[in-house]
């Protein structure tokens, strides 16, 4: 697998995002553990201040009086890891509970009165969570300041916090994976379509295969479609050229053999290599008309018509200016259409040459769209078809004295069937010919 694949990027991608969105919603969670746990042993750490502060006691002097044991049994147990402490600043005496023998917890001091405190402090290389709480503590008429503290090693803490990122990030780690599975699993079947279309491909350079076959999901069907519609052009191409070229061989046989026995008779052979001549650069021509026929195609630019058919009839304009002929066009400005403009020059050109050497005075072009299909529209003056099906035939002409070698509308009848089109000659309106070419939109 390149590692320009399809497949490695989005599996890279996934892989990125996955665990940046694994790595944040880890993170938030263990906060959030985190805030909970410390407001929980917060809490629990204030409720042993509420039970100093029910135990504490002053005498008639003021001095604090404190039980021998309370009912938390790790303040009696020294280096239990919670301790408890109670000062009177107005006597200088302060009581600790049996479990800070031979320890000195943090405890804090100078408390404002009615508010609660609340740290985390570290000594001799230990950490602690501190709770603690000022009061006036009334006494008669009087009232003196009592400080509550009670201080706990995080051992607990962190213990609960380091279980909790275990099975965290042991249960995202192995959520990750399984994402990570299922996503290649997925990719995998998305991506089944492309290799098959990769598959295909080949046998088709391998020449196992024509086209591509199989069915396709919607977003691959438009492409295979143009694969397909580009293979069919690229054969019809290549099978114009090959029997262009056939043909082309097959039909200089004759004048070339006619050519070869005039040189028997050298008092015909001028009249007789001319004629010969003439007959075959009308073959050339309408060989290699069929042949560059473009043919249709949904990959043309579309072609706007109006300027194409105007300099048409300006060259048409120049060559028949002494006869003074009147072309008239009737297209829409912005019409378009998917054509070759070469093949466009051929098709108007040839039927409008035609159409202008037996119009007596008006040429009329007219474009139009019908059913989804091209509509070119060619008419005269003249005299129209006299046999219809004659003037499609390669060589034939309809009157002699007309020059050209009866080569034009044989040519638009290739390129126009290239197009999967058809062309009908009729009478016109005008009186004389009509020819009418449908074009069907590129598939």
């Not at 059913?371 to 034939?396: H, M, W, Y």
Request: charged share 25%; aromatic share 8%; net charge neutral.
């Amino acid at each position: 697998m390149g590692s320009g694949s399809i497949r490695t990027r989005l599996m890279l991608g996934a892989f990125f995002v996955l665990t940046s969105f694994l790595a944040g919603a880890g993170y938030a969670l263990e906060r959030a553990f985190f805030d909970s746990a410390l407001s929980a042993h917060r809490a629990r750490l204030q409720g042993d201040v509420y039970l100093l502060m029910a135990a504490a006691e002053l005498d008639a002097d003021g001095a604090l009086v404190m039980p021998p044991a309370l009912t938390e049994p790790r303040f009696s147990l020294p280096s239990s890891g919670l301790y408890a402490n109670v000062s009177n600043p107005n006597h200088r005496e302060e009581w600790q509970s049996s479990s800070t023998l031979g320890v000195r917890p943090p405890f804090p001091r100078g408390l404002q009165a009615g508010k609660w405190f609340y740290d985390e402090r570290e000594r001799d290389g230990k950490r602690y969570l501190t709770a603690a709480y000022g009061v006036l503590w009334a006494d008669g008429p009087r009232a003196q300041p009592l400080s509550f503290a009670v201080v706990e090693e995080d051992t607990e803490f962190q213990r609960e916090l380091k279980q909790f990122r275990n099975t965290l990030w042991a249960w995202l780690g192995g959520a990750a994976l399984v994402l990570l599975i299922a996503q290649t699993l997925l990719l995998g079947w998305g991506l089944a379509p492309l290799r098959r279309v990769a598959r295909e491909i080949r046998r088709i350079e391998g020449g196992e295969q024509t086209r591509l076959e199989e069915q396709y999901p919607t977003e691959l069907a438009a492409l295979t479609d143009n694969l397909n519609t580009l293979i069919e052009q690229e054969r019809a191409r290549q099978r114009r050229y090959k029997d262009a070229l056939g043909d082309l061989a097959h039909s200089l046989k004759t004048p070339l053999a006619v050519l070869r026995g005039g040189l028997s008779d050298p008092t015909t052979l001028m009249q007789t290599v001319e004629e010969q001549v003439a007959r075959m650069d009308g073959i050339v021509q309408h060989q290699l008309g069929r042949a560059g026929a473009s043919g249709a195609t949904r990959f043309a630019p579309a072609l706007v018509l109006a300027p194409v058919l105007q300099r048409i009839v300006d060259s048409l304009g120049k060559v028949y200016a002494e006869r003074n002929l009147q072309f008239e066009i009737d297209c829409r400005p912005k019409l378009s259409w998917k054509l070759d403009e070469g093949d466009v020059f051929e098709v108007c050109g040839n039927v409008m040459d035609n159409a202008a050497k037996w119009a007596r005075s008006r040429v009329r072009c007219s474009v139009r769209v019908e059913n989804r299909s091209l509509v070119l529209c060619f008419e005269d003056d003249g005299p129209g078809f006299s046999d219809t099906s004659a003037a499609l035939q390669r060589g034939v002409r309809l009157d002699e004295q007309v020059p050209g070698h009866g080569i034009g509308l044989t040519v638009v009848a290739d390129i126009v069937a290239a197009y999967g089109g058809e062309i009908n000659l009729t009478r016109s309106g005008l009186g004389g010919g009509r020819v009418e070419i449908r074009l069907p939109a590129a598939a």
